[in-house]
């Protein structure tokens, strides 16, 4: 039989499939269109005595090929790795296809953060949407300007003027953060102690204990004005362009929402606060800083935050954006594994506590529970600081059984990361490979 007849026979991996020539034909540019050809025969794998065509492929994944050229809804076996199933169907020349709703719910249980990655990518379209659609209800010049400068502060790939202010703003972030490095040189320990007030029949064991107790740290701050003067003009900067972004975005709420924003906002406060608590100095020495300052200076671990923003000058990894997804996916995971080792700290650090309290020389380094707490975490985590240890028989038994429990604990939540991650990070592949045939598909109908 020619295959200029009615009917072709195929043979794909030792199963035979007869069809209609008309049925091929229903998708143009495909490779079982290529078969109704007159050059077929000599093109693929064609047995004449069994007037067959032979490819080396899944029967039972071409079994739903077919079934999708007869009826034109496209459904995934069960059991079956979409991935796979997506290769197969990239083989026969099928692309910007879509599974039938059925199975998109049945894999959609299967690997929900395939859903939750999409999300990030529609709203990103609907930020536009939503400014298009504001510019177009009104007139004002103001509307007009909100989308070109959304474009300019957010999208730095949009043009060179917004790829030139990104980059500015970086060194900007990376300046005001050698500025933080420069003024922590202003908390300067002020105290010279009498090494020779020391008790001399203190062992040496607890001489840094004695000496720290009746010596405790006394700091004072001194920060260059030029220091201060400096970092407010780049948060001036920084205020000026979140005041920009803010009145330019298509959504506030979300907006806020972003931890980035976030971030951005806080990082404005510590200076302004600081200058306004600022008072000049008669005396000759450093002054005691305020207690306000000494926690401005830790928001200002917001200015590193902001080090992230350079995400947006390069493409983000794949890896990078499943990670949220990954971990959101196994939260309840975590939140178990957490409960546990607290429950071991409990534990360890109670058992060893009593335990040196136990033993024949009463001599321990535990001055109270919670610092047993603290020897049972860094055990636990296998880290072993050494400079609270027990120094008992008991307490060292009780300290091996620590660690041991501290690796098991620790080595058993590993594979949930792996498999968790792998499934997502697959989910997120087969996103790409889907938006990638879309723009194919609609570059050959363009």
């Known amino acids: 039989m020619e295959v200029s007849a009615g009917k072709v026979i195929l043979n794909v991996g030792g199963i035979r499939y007869e069809t209609f020539l008309s049925t091929l034909q229903a998708f143009p540019g495909t490779k079982l269109w290529s078969l109704t050809e007159p050059q077929a025969n000599t093109k693929y794998d064609h047995d004449p005595s069994t007037k067959e065509f032979f490819f080396d492929r899944s029967g039972r994944l071409f079994g739903q090929v077919l079934n999708y050229y007869s009826t034109k809804q496209l459904h995934c076996p069960a059991g079956v790795c979409e991935s796979a199933f997506e290769e197969e169907l990239d083989f026969w020349g099928i692309t910007g296809t879509h599974l039938a709703p059925c199975c998109c719910i049945k894999l959609g249980k299967r690997g929900p953060q395939e859903e939750v990655h999409n999300i990030g990518i529609v709203d990103e379209q609907d930020n536009a949407q939503g400014l298009l659609v504001q510019e177009e209800r009104s007139g004002c010049q103001y509307a007009r300007w909100r989308p070109k400068l959304w474009d300019l502060f957010e999208k730095p790939h949009s043009s060179k003027c917004a790829m030139g202010l990104a980059v500015v703003s970086l060194l900007f972030t990376i300046a005001i953060i050698i500025i933080l490095c420069e003024e922590s040189k202003g908390f300067i320990k002020n105290i010279i102690p009498d090494h020779n007030i020391i008790p001399d029949h203190t062992t040496e064991s607890h001489h840094d204990h004695y000496y720290h107790h009746f010596f405790p740290s006394v700091f004072s701050y001194e920060v260059a004005p030029y220091l201060l003067h400096l ?11 979140f005041f920009v972004r803010i009145m330019c975005c298509p959504d506030l709420k979300r907006f806020l929402k972003n931890p980035l924003n ?3 906002l806080l990082s404005l406060f510590p200076v302004y606060i600081e200058l306004s608590l600022a008072r000049p100095s008669q005396e000759p020495h450093p002054q005691e800083p305020h207690p306000v300052i000494r926690w401005l200076g830790l928001s200002r671990m917001m200015y590193i935050i902001k080090l992230l923003k350079v995400l947006r000058l390069v493409e983000t990894p794949l890896m990078l954006r499943v990670m949220p997804y990954m971990f959101k996916s196994i939260l309840r995971e975590i939140l178990i594994f957490l409960l546990i080792f607290a429950s071991e700290v409990l534990f360890f650090g109670t058992l060893c506590f009593y335990g040196e309290q136990l033993s024949a020389n009463f001599k321990i380094h535990f001055r109270n529970i919670g610092e047993a707490f603290w020897w049972a975490a860094i055990t636990l985590t296998t880290v072993g600081y050494g400079e ?3 120094i008992s028989v008991t307490g060292h038994v009780i300290a091996a059984c620590t660690a041991l429990c501290g690796v098991l604990t620790i080595i058993v939540p590993v594979p949930i990361f792996l498999f968790s991650f792998k499934g ?6 087969i996103k790409e490979r889907r938006k990638k045939k879309a723009m194919q598909a609609v570059t050959l109908l363009s």
């Open 262 to 264: 976030i971030a951005d």
């Open 424 to 429: 997502c990070y697959d989910a997120a592949v």
């Open 388 to 390: 609270i240890v027990p």
């Open 231 to 241: 970092e407010l003009f780049f948060i001036l900067c920084f205020t000026a362009e």
